[in-house]
């Protein structure tokens, strides 16, 4: 099966401070990447949409400055929160769908827990 | 906008016994509806995927309808096992491009 890891699986970091998390498809190209956040007893809520080679499209309400996004190749994109603070404390996934792929499954990542003091 | 709703948050059911659970949407007529398990702290896991064109997927213990009349899929877990115990999550997608809109989930909780 297709595997997306995250790193790291969790981070605590100081208010004011930049955090970037790695997602990883394994075995698998991904042109695409989709990025969710997730807060405690609630569902997934997409934040943005990683594209290989071009620029990351934002869901409405998601600040594109706080949460930079580089999909550096067919295997890696990064969110990088910029100046983080307490409310940004939350569970970050990523998933990514089989290059070109977008009418089946999606394979997500373990996730990655962002706590900041 | 489009919407989809899992109509409850938690089900208890005693082992052995069928769960199903409830996703409805509203607002769109989606290509496809997928269900996945979360555990806690964990990211959510792929179990089944419906199409708009297909009634009925079955999966081992698992079964998922797709009934476009009454904008809904159920879930089916039957013979539930402890194990099963975790957040079963409805999403489709709203879009040509792979985009997913999730459901709130449901908490399922199988007692031995």
């Known amino acids: 099966g297709a595997v997306v890891s995250q790193h790291p699986s969790w981070v605590i970091c100081k208010s004011g401070t930049s955090v970037k998390i790695e997602c990883r498809s394994l075995?698998?190209?991904?042109?695409?990447m989709f990025w969710y956040r997730q807060f405690p007893k609630q569902s997934l809520m997409l934040m943005a949409t990683?594209?290989?080679?071009?620029?990351?499209?934002?869901e409405q309400g998601v600040e594109k400055d706080k949460f930079l996004i580089n999909h550096a190749s067919l295997t890696l994109s990064t969110l990088t929160v910029t100046s983080a603070h307490p409310e940004d404390s939350s569970f970050y996934i990523c998933?990514?769908?089989?290059?070109?792929?977008?009418?089946?499954?999606?394979?997500f990542g373990p996730g990655t827990r962002l706590t900041v003091l | 906008s489009q919407k989809i709703e899992q109509n409850s948050e938690a089900l208890n059911i005693q082992e052995g016994k069928t769960a199903t659970l409830t996703c409805n949407y509203t607002?769109?007529?989606?290509?496809?509806l997928q269900w996945y398990r979360q555990d806690p702290g964990r990211g959510p896991v792929f179990l089944l995927l419906?199409?708009?064109?297909?009634k009925e997927k079955r999966k081992e213990r698992l079964k998922v309808t797709f009934d476009t009349t009454l904008k809904q899929s159920l879930f089916h877990i039957t013979a539930s096992q402890p194990a099963d115990s975790a957040t079963y999550l409805c999403?489709?997608?709203?879009?040509?491009?792979?985009?997913?809109?999730f459901g709130q989930g449901t908490e399922l909780s199988v007692k031995p």
């Open positions: 607002n769109y007529s989606p290509a496809y």
């Open positions: 990683s594209n290989e080679g071009s620029k990351a499209t934002y």
């Open positions: 998933s990514a769908p089989r290059a070109g792929d977008f009418y089946n499954e999606q394979f």
């Open positions: 999403a489709s997608n709203y879009n040509q491009g792979g985009k997913l809109i």
């Open positions: 419906i199409r708009e064109n297909e």
């Open positions: 075995d698998f190209q991904a042109t695409t």
